[in-house]
């Protein structure tokens, strides 16, 4: 046992000293986060409202593929985002390999699909009696539009806390495309991965805390929101 | 005498890919008339209002409401047609806003101000305080408040007609009255004309100035 207090007591040491390495892979994982998330919600909140929303031909393809992409392992959206950053694949030129744009982009292809999939969800659900309702009151097109926006609300932001938690807690993509280099791509996830392997286990308890008090207040977010979704 | 505020000739509907289920040779329903509509489940009654509200189309016969011949190009702009007839069906929810908002709701859709004190004689023409209801949002009414909610939303725009669908609904007696009540003020004085259909003979007698009775989509009665 005192391996666990041992290790914890260095970690709280490691958090209220703001140890500069430790505090590296958390603002990591701050810039890599908030850059797939909002990557995430720009392209995916319309793409998630025009699919749950309007009636198309190919709409239950588009539907297929957007679960299909929910399912697939991060290792192989990973191995997919290094294939095309590598210098020898097609957009090697960019430079993205090994740095946080690179990986804001892999993440945001495993964030996009939730955000898509949980919008259309929303705006599925609230359509059948919110559309006669808005209607009859004498909304036009546009009005109907943000009415049915504005009630998937709280769904959308179910979508986002969603997302975000997937995101923040994501290590096979964060490994692979950002190549876990100090100072520079280690994010909380891939720093426990590696200081563990090392042995040392109080860096990797003092970031899992860090990502464990990130995931109780995502959680808490989600429950509330899921209540107010749901009411 | 004016012209009558609706003037079916002809009309035949249907849901789509589904044979006609209302059939109506001809009907004339005059300004400021409350008209009653009965029959069983699944007689029309819901479609006539539907297609009363402009929230569905004739698949053939003609249709003037307002002096005007509701055509295609009527229907582009149906919007504008459906502010002056407003519907409360018995699938009408309620917006996830505080009920004050849902009240304000179709004003703000016209561009209109919703002052207080308005709101507030919407809410008290269906029985319900504003001091006590205003604020509260809408998961925390019970069915019957939502549905006299829902009706508030609609007096207070004080349109040309007014069509509800099983308005006293999961109501209480003293609920009820609340809605007859609405109905004949909405009538006495904006000159409102009312469609509604219910289910409660009773009542319904006791509001209308005629009811028709519906079967298989057919008007086949009239007291």
């Known amino acids: 046992m005192d391996y666990f207090s041992e290790g914890f007591a260095?970690?709280?040491e490691l958090l209220l000293s703001l140890d500069p390495e430790t505090f590296s892979a958390v603002w990591a994982t701050a810039a890599v986060t908030a850059m797939a998330l909002a990557a995430s919600l720009a392209i995916g909140l319309p793409l998630g409202f025009a699919l749950g929303h309007f009636r198309f031909p190919g709409r239950r393809v588009a539907r297929l593929f957007v679960d299909w992409m929910l399912s697939l392992p991060t290792v192989v959206i990973g191995l997919i985002v290094y294939a095309l950053f590598t210098t020898r694949g097609p957009l090697g030129e960019w430079g993205l390999l090994f740095t946080v744009q690179g990986m804001g982009i892999g993440l945001t292809l495993l964030g996009l699909p939730i955000i898509i999939a949980m919008t259309a969800t929303a705006v599925e659900s609230t359509d059948v009696r919110l559309t006669e309702t808005v209607l009859s009151l004498g909304a036009d097109r546009m009005q109907l539009l943000f009415a049915t926006l504005s009630e998937a609300r709280f769904a959308m932001a179910l979508a986002a806390a969603s997302a975000f938690g997937r995101i923040v807690s994501e290590v096979g993509i964060a490994m692979m495309v950002g190549g876990n280099i100090k100072w520079h791509t280690r994010t909380i996830t891939?720093?426990?991965?590696?200081?563990?392997?090392?042995?040392?286990?109080?860096?990797?308890i003092a970031l899992g805390i860090v990502l464990m008090l990130v995931a109780l207040v995502v959680n808490l977010l989600v429950a509330l929101l899921r209540r107010r979704a749901g009411a | 005498m004016s012209a009558p505020l609706y003037q079916l000739r002809g009309v035949e509907a249907a849901y789509a890919g589904e044979q006609?289920?209302?059939?109506?040779?001809?009907?004339d329903i005059a300004r400021g008339e409350i008209l009653g509509l009965a029959g069983h489940n699944g007689s029309g009654k819901s479609t006539l209002l539907k297609l009363l509200g402009f929230l569905m189309?004739?698949?053939?016969?003609?249709?003037?409401?307002?002096?005007?011949?509701?055509?295609?190009?009527?229907l582009r702009s149906g919007h504008l047609l459906r502010r002056k007839a407003v519907l409360l069906g018995q699938d009408t929810c309620l917006l996830k806003r505080s009920v004050a908002a849902n009240v304000a709701y179709g004003l703000k859709l016209r561009g209109q101000p919703a002052p207080r004190q308005r709101i507030a004689q919407a809410l008290a023409l269906v029985g319900l305080d504003f001091a006590q209801y205003g604020a509260r949002p809408w998961m925390r009414l019970s069915g019957g408040e939502a549905r006299r909610v829902a009706l508030a939303a609609r007096l207070i725009l004080d349109p040309l007609a007014l069509l509800l669908d099983e308005p006293t609904t999961g109501l209480d007696r003293?609920?009820?009255?609340?809605?007859?009540?609405?109905?004949?003020?909405?009538?006495?004085?904006?000159?409102a004309t009312l469609v509604i259909v219910s289910h409660d003979m009773a009542w319904l007698s006791s509001c209308a100035d005629r009811v028709l009775t519906l079967e298989e989509g057919r008007i086949v009665g009239g007291l």
């Open chain 1, 190 to 204: 891939t720093a426990i991965a590696l200081e563990t392997g090392k042995g040392e286990f109080a860096t990797g």
């Open chain 2, 57 to 74: 189309n004739a698949r053939t016969g003609s249709l003037v409401f307002d002096g005007g011949l509701v055509d295609h190009a009527a």
């Open chain 2, 20 to 27: 006609s289920v209302l059939h109506v040779p001809g009907l």
């Open chain 2, 174 to 191: 003293a609920s009820t009255e609340h809605v007859k009540r609405a109905v004949l003020s909405a009538r006495a004085n904006h000159g």
């Open chain 1, 10 to 12: 260095r970690a709280v």
